[in-house]
Nanobody
Framework: QVQLVESGGGYVQTGGSLGLACFAS????????IGWFRRPPGKKREFVSA????????VYADSVKGRFIISRNNANSTAYLQMNDLRSEDTAVYYC?????WGRGTLVTVSS
């Protein structure tokens, strides 16, 4: 079983940037693709981005393409989501996912 802990959320103004991190323990990070998801207020959880085990392949939701960058460092068991040009609609709790494991999430609030 993998344990995941997200960090880096916070409050930012429109157009600002935040970087999220997801630390994994219990299993080797390199065994899994990693996904980032988010749950906006009052809405269902939605896909944001994913990265392959090697980090060579990345996928983004259309809503974040060109603004967010996913990456990973298997050596330090951490995945990252760099979020730039943030918009109010990016406000959500952000979760990382490995296999069947989910973190508790970190809140990102974007204010205009």
């Amino acid at each position: 079983q993998v344990q995941l802990v997200e960090s880096g959320g916070g409050y930012v103004q429109t157009g600002g940037s935040l970087g999220l991190a997801c630390f994994a323990s219990g299993r080797a990070l390199s065994e899994y693709p990693i996904g980032w998801f988010r749950r906006p207020p009052g809405k269902k959880r939605e896909f944001v981005s994913a990265i392959s085990k090697s980090g060579m392949t990345t996928v983004y939701a259309d809503s974040v393409k060109g603004r967010f960058i996913i990456s990973r460092n298997n050596a330090n068991s951490t995945a990252y989501l760099q979020m730039n040009d943030l918009r109010s609609e990016d406000t959500a709790v952000y979760y990382c996912n490995l296999g069947s494991s989910w973190g508790r999430g970190t809140l990102v609030t974007v204010s205009s």
